[in-house]
């Protein structure tokens, strides 16, 4: 046994203290529900801490400035009421080890009663251009890095949607050449030529078309979203170049580094958006959503220049999956002539 900052404890608390907490949960009544919400949470976190590469091997040596690098990563997909919730729980979840003796700080102490102040739900953001916006996306070479940002730009998904995407979501009407079984598209695109399906149905770990996915997509509801010409360019020149997926879900789009064929993650579309934005100074470390073009960047720049171009609050709503019952009964039962000509009628020009 060791100690860093905390309490001496048993191996088996030291090693899981994730299933610790989890089982004195159920012994306090704490229904299944909760316990597992609760555990996907901390799992998240826990798998966060380990990533940091800071000799960590363990979230009791978790520090007050990786609960708030964490929080700060997920601005980027979730909303400031959800963040609060996850700040939450991991407050409660060292709270209650500090109770029973197994640590005696709790790192998120200090991000808790800042917590207004770090995480702000609608900051004022850089100002771009839809001008400005063409020449970031003409000083990009690279077909994978292309199709991702005019993906990000024509659809406003969050990162996490974007790489959960495999190519039975995709409905554009090329022939793929590169590998042999073509997949089919989803039933509900299959009449919907130039499309892409974002399903609400995935969570963190979900097995979903035979693979495991280590993000989540945050819609309320299901989206059909047109692709335009020019996306439609940009995702045939992915196509042209893509490698063969190394699992059967064949995903979109596909890591072409060390992690050949494999699907991307959160954290390398970050680093491939973050690596463009600082050549075109729109990135600088420890920047805030008022200063740094990120994935979430992107989602609020077709957010308010599709509203602007068009005046309908709803079927932005509609594409972004953030629409009520209401208005999703107004626009899915009438997609084709409504949602698609608006979208193509109003979207911007990039290329």
């Known amino acids: 046994m060791k100690k860093i900052g905390f309490k001496m404890v048993n ?42 590469g800071e000799k960590i091997d363990s979230i009791q040596e978790a520090t007050s400035r990786q609960c708030l690098r964490w929080l700060h990563m997920l601005r980027e997909e979730h909303s400031t009421g959800t963040i609060a919730t996850y700040a939450s729980c991991i407050n409660r979840f060292y709270t209650y080890m500090i109770s029973i ?13 800042e917590m ?24 990009i070479t690279h077909p994978l890095d292309r199709a991702i940002i005019t993906t990000f730009l024509k659809t406003g998904i969050r990162v996490g ?46 097995t979903i078309n035979g693979e495991k996915r280590l993000a989540s997509n945050k819609r309320k509801r299901s989206t059909i979203i047109p692709v335009d010409e020019e996306l439609q360019f940009e995702l045939e020149r992915w196509l042209a170049i893509r490698p063969d997926s190394i699992t059967t879900a064949q995903p979109l789009f596909l890591n072409v580094n060390d992690s050949w064929g494999k699907r991307l993650t ?7 958006i973050k690596k463009h934005a600082q050549r075109r100074e729109w990135y600088q470390e420890g920047g805030d959503a008022t200063q740094n073009v990120t994935p ?51 979207i911007y020009r990039l290329l």
């Open 11 to 52: 191996n088996e608390q030291k090693n899981d203290l994730v299933s610790y907490f989890l089982k004195d949960m159920k012994y306090h009544g704490r229904s299944e529900r909760t316990r597992r919400w609760y555990g996907r949470v901390l799992r998240q976190f826990e798998d966060f801490v380990l990533s940091q």
């Open 101 to 113: 003796d197994i640590v005696d700080r709790n790192p998120m102490n200090v991000v808790m009663e």
């Open 116 to 139: 207004n102040e770090s995480i702000e739900s609608d900051p004022e953001r850089r100002d771009i251009s839809i001008a400005e916006m063409r020449s970031f996306i003409r000083n």
């Open 161 to 206: 949607e974007l790489v959960n995407l495999d190519l039975r979501d995709l409905n554009i009407n090329i022939e793929y050449t590169n590998f042999s079984n073509q997949p089919q598209c989803r039933p509900q695109i299959t009449h919907e030529s130039n499309s892409i399906y974002i399903t609400k149905d995935i969570s963190y770990k979900d």
């Open 266 to 272: 959160p954290s390398i579309i970050r680093s491939i």
């Open 296 to 346: 979430h960047y992107f989602r609020h720049f077709f957010t308010t220049h599709l509203r602007n171009a068009t005046g309908e609050r709803g079927i932005v709503k509609y594409l972004r999956g953030d629409v009520a019952d209401d208005i999703i009964d107004t626009y899915t039962h009438n997609w084709g002539n409504n949602v698609r000509e608006t979208y193509e009628r109003s």
